[in-house]
């Protein structure tokens, strides 16, 4: 069965502060997705980020920057220079691949991490 | 741009009550799911359809019936509320997701009394 651990459940950083997030994923399978969405204090879902599990390259957003790393089995995401709208709870999210690689939007979710960006 | 349309955003239920939660989709996906999101437990999901006329249970069945009538509709039916399911409901939509994301919707926040 797969899982995703997002051990940090609660981060408060000062504005301008590089913060990272943790997440650490398990799946049987070789073909996955991960994924990023943040949840400001208005309470929809804003998708971030999407990795498929035979793409290793790092990706940099602007501020936000997300590293792979199938050793390891996590997929941190670090916010540089944090800024107070950064405050949200982000979610961590796995998709295992079916037949042909295709998925069918079955994401298994982490906790979530809430961060409070201070000014 | 509508995307995925929940309705009601607000549903206050007394336990033994019955009632459905309207989620629509203009995307053409084939791919729509029900998640409920609780304090520190993330986002599980409740049922799941990979197109119309075919659904399946997710993490978290219980309590909850789905249809898949049309490829636009996807509703959540709570057939007898118990205050356990006092929960936020997302509705969310996909195309593959190899090329694509997990469309949410605003979210549905139910009280059952």
């Known amino acids: 069965a797969q899982k995703v651990t997002q051990a940090q459940t609660e981060i408060s950083v000062v504005e301008k502060e590089d913060v990272t997030l943790d997440c650490v994923y398990e799946t049987r399978d070789t073909t996955y997705y991960l994924f990023w969405y943040k949840q400001p204090p208005s309470g929809e879902l804003v998708f971030l980020i999407r990795r498929n599990s035979f793409d290793e390259q790092n990706e940099i957003s602007g501020r936000y920057s997300w590293n792979f790393q199938k050793s390891t089995s996590s997929f941190n995401f670090t916010i540089t220079a944090s800024q107070v709208v950064d405050s949200a709870v982000y979610f961590c999210?796995?998709?295992?691949?079916?037949?042909?690689?295709?998925?069918?939007?079955?994401?298994?979710f982490g906790q979530g991490t809430i961060l409070t960006v201070h000014p | 741009n509508a995307g995925v349309t929940q309705t009601p955003k607000f549903q206050v239920l007394k336990t033994g009550q019955s009632m459905t939660l309207q989620c629509a989709q203009d995307?053409?996906?084939?791919?729509m799911s029900w998640y409920r999101q609780d304090p520190g437990m993330g986002l599980r999901l409740i049922h799941y359809?990979?197109?119309?006329?075919?659904?399946d249970q997710g993490e978290v069945p219980n309590g909850y019936n789905v249809s898949r009538s049309t490829t636009e509709d996807f509703p959540l039916r709570l057939l007898s509320a118990a205050p356990s399911q006092t929960s936020v409901y997302f509705c969310?939509?996909?195309?593959?997701?190899?090329?694509?994301?997990?469309?949410f919707g605003e979210g549905s926040r139910l009280t059952v009394l």
């Open positions: 999210a796995l998709s295992e691949g079916g037949a042909g690689g295709t998925s069918y939007g079955k994401l298994t």
């Open positions: 969310a939509s996909s195309q593959d997701l190899n090329t694509g994301e997990l469309f």
């Open positions: 995307m053409n996906h084939e791919y």
């Open positions: 359809s990979v197109g119309a006329g075919i659904t």
